[in-house]
């Protein structure tokens, strides 16, 4: 018996205190994702990139609005969706004790207004998006394409299809008169 425990002495403790006392975690540990409603423009792309598809992006045509969800009883914390989020809205934390009381607290839920078409009135996209690409636009673009640029922004598909088609009709009526 004195052999075992002169042995464990000099090895020292095998084991980590764990959840007695706080766990050292490495460097670039993946947590739990954290999500920034005020950044997030609702563009869906991390619920494309969600292997699990524990990221959801309903639309409700209904209420006007984008629902945004993610549900961490499915995350598998892979980081895809912090990957491909062009705004940084999400960061995977180094949280990772996920424990709770109720199934319903794993989910976190935000909801996002969509943006009225101005030619028909209908809803097509959420409205952070809308003003993101209008704003990235305005930046890269010289004035007379900004301008038309900024314009069909606002618009659904059905009505931008309509309006560059009567842009490229005026265009081409244009180039025939030069000729």
């Not at 598809?53 to 209904?62: C, K, M, S, V």
């Not at 598909?157 to 309006?163: F, R, Y």
Request: charged share 25%.
């Amino acid at each position: 018996m004195f052999k075992t425990i002169k042995e464990v002495l000099r090895t020292g403790n095998a084991t980590v205190k764990y959840p007695f006392a706080p766990l050292e975690r490495p460097k670039d540990a993946r947590g739990k994702p954290e999500h920034d409603a005020v950044k997030c423009m609702a563009c869906s792309a991390c619920a494309v990139a969600c292997p699990p598809n524990a990221i959801q992006t309903p639309l409700d045509f209904e209420a006007n609005t984008k629902l945004w969800s993610i549900n961490y009883g499915r995350c598998v914390f892979c980081g895809r969706c912090e990957e491909v989020c062009p705004t940084n809205a999400i960061i995977l934390s180094p949280e990772f004790e996920l424990a709770v009381m109720s199934k319903a607290d794993l989910e976190e839920i935000c909801v996002y207004s969509l943006q009225a078409c101005v030619e028909c009135g209908s809803y097509f996209a959420p409205t952070k998006q809308v003003d993101y690409v209008a704003r990235i636009l305005s930046q890269n673009l010289n004035d007379e394409e900004a301008e038309h640029a900024l314009e069909s922004v606002r618009l659904c598909p059905q009505c931008k299809q309509k309006a560059d088609v009567l842009r490229f009709k005026e265009q081409s009526k244009k180039a025939g008169e030069w000729l």
